[in-house]
C-alpha cells in the first residue's frame, strides 16, 4: 500500500556499521510492526508497537533496537550489523480496532545485504 | 513457542491445473488469515476465518478452516498466471503477535 512507506528501499552496507531502517505510515493506524523475510522461513517478528508509548520485542528483536517517533513513524535499527541480519525488512501497520482479528497492511519492503 | 508451518514450500502447476496449501498451528488459533505475496511485492491480505470449520470463497480460492482451528488451507481452482507469488498464513498468540507460516511459493506454468 501506498499508505505505508519504507526508506531506502535498497541498502548495502559493512559488517559493524550502523543502520536504520525508517517506515512511515498516513493510515493514521496506532500499531505498527517491523518483519524480516529470509527464503523459506516466512515472516518474522522483530518488534511491535501498540502506540507511541508501547514497544515490544518479536520473535527475532536480538541485535535489533526501535523507535516510534510518532504515531506515523517507526524506525528499526542495527545497531553492528553483520551478515547474517541479510535480508528483506517489512514495515507493517494495524488499526488495532480488531484486537486479535487486525488486519496488516505492509510497506514495500527494504533489501538489506550486509557484507 | 507457536509454531505455524506450511506446506508444500514450493509448488510448480501448469496453467488450468488445481493448487493447493496447507497451514497447520501446534496451538488453537482464534482466527487465521491468508496473505499473498507477488514476486518482487510486499504481502497483501486476502481473507481472515474466525469460525470452527468455517469456507470461504474468493472467485476460484476457496479458504477453509479446521474444525479444530489448527489448520487451514487455500485450494485455487484452474490457476492463471496470475496466481503467481507467495501464499502466508497468520495466526496471532495470545499476545497479539502474528506468527506468519513459511509460506508456499507458486509457480504457473504457461
Known amino acids: 500500500d501506498a499508505d505505508v512507506t519504507q526508506t531506502p528501499r535498497n541498502r548495502i552496507t559493512k559488517t559493524g556499521k550502523r543502520i536504520m531502517l525508517e517506515c512511515s505510515q498516513t493510515k493514521g493506524h496506532d500499531r505498527m510492526y517491523w518483519y524480516r523475510q529470509d527464503p523459506g522461513l516466512g515472516l518474522r517478528l522483530i518488534y511491535y508497537?501498540?502506540?507511541?508509548?508501547?514497544?515490544n520485542k518479536g520473535e527475532i528483536s536480538d541485535g535489533y533496537s526501535v523507535s516510534r517517533q510518532a504515531q506515523a513513524k517507526f524506525s528499526l535499527s542495527l545497531e553492528s550489523a553483520i551478515p547474517n541480519q541479510t535480508a528483506l525488512y517489512f514495515c507493517?501497520?494495524?488499526?488495532?480496532?480488531?484486537?486479535?482479528?487486525?488486519?496488516?497492511?505492509f510497506g514495500p519492503g527494504t533489501r538489506l545485504t550486509v557484507l | 513457542g507457536q509454531q505455524v508451518m506450511q506446506i508444500p514450500q514450493y509448488q510448480h502447476v501448469q496453467e488450468g491445473e488445481d493448487f493447493t496449501t496447507y497451514c497447520n498451528s501446534s496451538?488453537?488459533?482464534?482466527?487465521i488469515q491468508w496473505y499473498k505475496q507477488r514476486p518482487g511485492g510486499h504481502p497483501v491480505f486476502l481473507i481472515q476465518l474466525v469460525k470452527s470449520g468455517e469456507v470461504k470463497k474468493q472467485k476460484r480460492l476457496t479458504f477453509q478452516f479446521g474444525e479444530a482451528k489448527k489448520n487451514s488451507s487455500l485450494h485455487i481452482t484452474a490457476t492463471q498466471t496470475t496466481d503467481v507469488g507467495t501464499y502466508f498464513c497468520?495466526?496471532?498468540?495470545?499476545?497479539?503477535?502474528?506468527?506468519f507460516g513459511t509460506g508456499t511459493s507458486l509457480t504457473v506454468i504457461p
Open positions: 508497537s501498540f502506540d507511541v508509548k508501547d514497544i
Open positions: 496451538t488453537t488459533l482464534s482466527n
Open positions: 507493517a501497520t494495524s488499526d488495532g480496532r480488531g484486537g486479535l482479528t487486525d488486519t496488516q497492511y
Open positions: 497468520a495466526g496471532p498468540n495470545t499476545g497479539n503477535q502474528f506468527y
